[in-house]
C-alpha cells in the first residue's frame, strides 16, 4: 500500500496562472516533507520543504502547504512558467530512518505559453 | 562536475548476466542512497550508506542484489543473475545529513532482454 499518493498523474496549465499540485500521505509518523522536479532523462532535484512543525514554507514562486489532521500537502507555483514543465515529486521521511524517503509517483506538469 | 556522478548511463543486460552500476557522491557528503525507479514510478528505496556502513538495505527486493561502499566515498550497486523486472533507472543519491536534502545523480538505465 502506498505510504505517499499523488493521484493526478498530469495537470496542465496556462503560463502565468498558477499550478497547484497535490499529495496525500498516510503515515502520521512522517514530520518531513520535500518536492522534487524531475526533467526527462535528468535526475530528481530537490525544490522545497516543510517539517511538519510548519505548515507553509515560500521560496520564490513556490509554496508548500501542510495540512496535518487531513495528511495532505500541497506545491503552489505561481506564477506559472513553461521551463516549470517537469515531474514533480512528493517525498516524505519519518525523521527516525533517516536513509528511508518515500516518494509518490508525481504529477506531470505541462505549462502551455 | 561537483554533482553526484553514476555511469553507466545505459546498459544492455542478457537475462542471467551480472551488472555493476557505480556511483561517484558529492565529495564530502556522508550519507549514500540507492532508489530503484520503475517505468511510470516514482523512486523506491533500495539501500542507505552512512560513510562505508550499510545502515539499511531493507529495500534491496532480493539477495540479487548487493551494494556496497568499502572507503566510504564511490559505491557499487551489483545485480547478480539480472531478471527481466530489474529493469529500472537505478538512482544515487548523497546528502551531507541524514535524507534531508538529497542530491540525485543522472541515474543508470538497465534494460533486461
Known amino acids: 500500500d502506498q505510504q505517499v499518493k499523488q493521484n493526478s498523474p498530469s495537470l496542465s496549465v496556462q503560463e502565468g496562472r498558477i499550478s497547484i499540485l497535490n499529495c496525500d500521505y498516510t503515515?502520521?509518523?512522517?514530520?518531513?516533507f520535500l518536492w522534487y522536479k524531475k526533467y526527462p532523462a535528468e535526475g530528481p532535484t530537490f525544490l522545497i520543504s516543510?517539517?511538519?512543525?510548519?505548515d507553509k514554507n515560500e521560496d520564490g514562486r513556490f509554496t508548500v502547504f501542510l495540512n496535518k489532521s487531513a495528511k495532505h500537502l500541497s506545491l503552489h507555483i505561481v506564477p506559472s512558467q513553461p521551463g516549470d514543465s517537469a515531474v514533480y515529486f512528493c517525498a516524505a521521511n519519518n525523521g527516525g530512518s533517516q536513509g528511508n524517503l518515500i516518494f509518490g509517483k508525481g504529477t506531470k506538469l505541462s505549462v502551455k505559453p | 562536475g561537483a554533482g553526484v556522478s553514476q555511469s553507466p548511463r545505459y546498459k544492455v543486460a542478457k537475462r542471467g548476466q551480472d551488472v555493476a552500476l557505480r556511483c561517484d557522491p558529492i565529495s564530502g557528503h556522508v550519507s549514500l542512497f540507492w532508489y530503484q525507479q520503475a517505468l511510470g514510478q516514482g523512486p523506491e528505496f533500495l539501500t542507505y550508506f552512512q560513510n562505508e556502513a550499510q545502515l539499511d538495505k531493507s529495500g534491496l527486493p532480493s539477495d540479487r542484489f548487493f551494494a556496497e561502499r568499502p572507503e566510504g566515498s564511490v559505491s557499487t550497486l551489483k545485480i547478480q543473475r539480472t531478471q527481466q523486472e530489474d529493469s529500472a533507472v537505478y538512482l544515487c543519491?548523497?546528502?551531507?545529513?541524514?535524507?534531508?536534502?538529497?542530491?540525485f545523480g543522472e541515474g543508470s538505465r538497465l534494460t533486461v532482454l
Open positions: 543519491a548523497s546528502s551531507s545529513q541524514g535524507a534531508g536534502e538529497l542530491f
Open positions: 516543510i517539517s511538519s512543525i510548519k
Open positions: 503515515n502520521s509518523m512522517f514530520d518531513y
